[in-house]
């Protein structure tokens, strides 16, 4: 399978370079992408030597900070030209270990049609968070999960990989949310379309150097969508579409997704 792992950035040079070297060491046979949001700090800088000293990297700096969605679609959107068969999305921070990225890839290959690096499936760990936190988190996926029939564990993950084809039949070009409700619009929209959706335990662990783009207006945009997305289905009586086709990958015309 030809894999594009794309890493959204945003002030990270002080992580890109290592990063790269430790997902190639990982997956020496994937290809990576690295979208940055116009960092005033030199990221893109940084991954372009990198790329350079590499190989099989590319650098797309979009014009201005548009947000975690947006770099994601135009990823994904790069992915789709190119005709990769796999799409894994991962974040610049160390947060996410490149380490079970074979794992992720495994498991499409056996069959799976999406899976999630899960912090909340059994095995999943989140060292060293306070217990405020844990709680935080884990209630807004059990608020995801509830609202929307997700039987995923981990909805807002950002850790994942999926079947370019599955992909498309998503129509991730035409999702809306900007930051990280973002993940959880594309486990909704999997789900519907019904997705072979995975989780495998991963250890996610806080970024040591960088600043965390967490905020007010992410957890807001996520927590609106979620509840909105929810009261509609609970008005037309909707919670899923139809299977997707596990031999070819694709879906009944009748099952592509307007707005999730």
């Not at 030597?49 to 590499?54: G, K, P, Q, S």
């Not at 979620?226 to 596990?246: F, H, I, K, Y």
Request: charged share 25%; net charge neutral; hydrophobic share 45%.
């Amino acid at each position: 399978m030809r894999t594009l792992i794309i890493i959204p950035t945003y002030l990270e040079v002080e992580n890109i370079q290592d990063l790269l070297a430790r997902v190639r060491e990982c997956v020496p046979a994937a290809d990576i992408l690295v979208v940055d949001d116009n960092s005033p700090d030199g990221t893109a800088e940084a991954a372009k030597a990198a790329a350079a000293e590499l190989g099989h990297i590319e650098v797309l700096v979009k014009p201005d900070k548009g947000g975690l969605g947006v770099a994601y679609r135009a990823g994904f959107a790069h992915a789709f030209d190119q005709g990769y068969d796999t799409v894994v999305q991962m974040d610049a921070d160390f947060s996410h270990d490149p380490a079970a990225l074979p794992e992720l890839l495994g498991r499409l290959e056996a069959g799976a049609d999406v899976a999630i690096g899960s912090r909340y499936c059994p095995g999943g760990n989140i060292p060293n968070w306070p217990r405020f936190r844990r709680l935080l988190s884990r209630g807004a996926n059990l608020y995801a999960a509830t609202v929307l029939g997700l039987p995923v564990r981990d909805a807002t993950a950002g850790f994942r990989a999926y079947r370019a084809d599955v992909l498309r039949v998503v129509q991730s070009h035409s999702t809306r949310a900007t930051g990280y409700g973002f993940q959880v619009e594309l486990s909704y929209r999997a789900h519907r379309l019904g997705a072979k959706v995975v989780e495998v335990p991963i250890t996610f662990n806080d970024r040591v150097r960088g600043v965390s783009k967490m905020s007010k207006h992410i957890v807001g945009e996520a927590a609106w969508l979620v509840t909105s997305w929810g009261l509609r289905d609970w008005v037309l009586g909707r919670r899923r579409r139809p299977e997707v086709d596990q031999a070819t990958g694709a879906a009944p015309a009748a099952a592509t997704p307007s707005d999730p």
